[in-house]
């Protein structure tokens, strides 16, 4: 049974910075497409980050929004996913998903999805 769990969310002010993890167990991240998603009150959830391996190569996508600003990164050790979001901006409040693929295309579609974590709420006010 895969089981993923999402932590670190919170409320920061604008400009600041947050880490969410997504501890994973089930399925070996390392070779897994994982991504991360968000959903704000009365709008569909949207693509934020994803990695994905391809042989030795790993590739990363950033929705852009949040290029330059968000960060995905794994610890294969640990099992686990994150994103640091940095220049936090009150457009990027939200609830936060963390998932895992079991496809290779089309990763920035949620519908690729297979497993989902229960969501962290990031707030983002003065």
């Known amino acids: 049974q895969v089981q993923l769990v999402e932590s670190g969310g919170g409320l920061v002010q604008p400009g600041g910075s947050l880490r969410l993890s997504c501890a994973v167990s089930?399925?070996?991240?390392?070779?897994?497409?994982m991504g991360w998603f968000r959903q704000a009150p009365g709008k569909e959830r949207e693509f934020v980050a994803t990695?994905?391996?391809?042989?030795?190569?790993?590739?990363?996508q950033y929705a852009a929004s949040v290029k330059g600003r968000f960060t995905i990164s794994r610890d294969n050790a640990q099992n686990t996913l994150y994103l640091q979001m940095n220049s936090l901006k009150p457009e990027d409040t939200a609830v936060y998903y963390c998932?895992?693929?079991?496809?290779?295309?089309?990763?920035?579609?949620?519908?690729?999805?297979?497993?989902w974590g229960q969501g962290t709420q990031v707030s983002v006010s003065s």
């Open positions: 998932a895992a693929s079991r496809s290779i295309s089309n990763i920035r579609n949620p519908n690729e999805y297979d497993y």
């Open positions: 089930g399925r070996t991240i390392s070779s897994t497409t």
């Open positions: 990695m994905s391996r391809s042989g030795i190569t790993t590739y990363y």
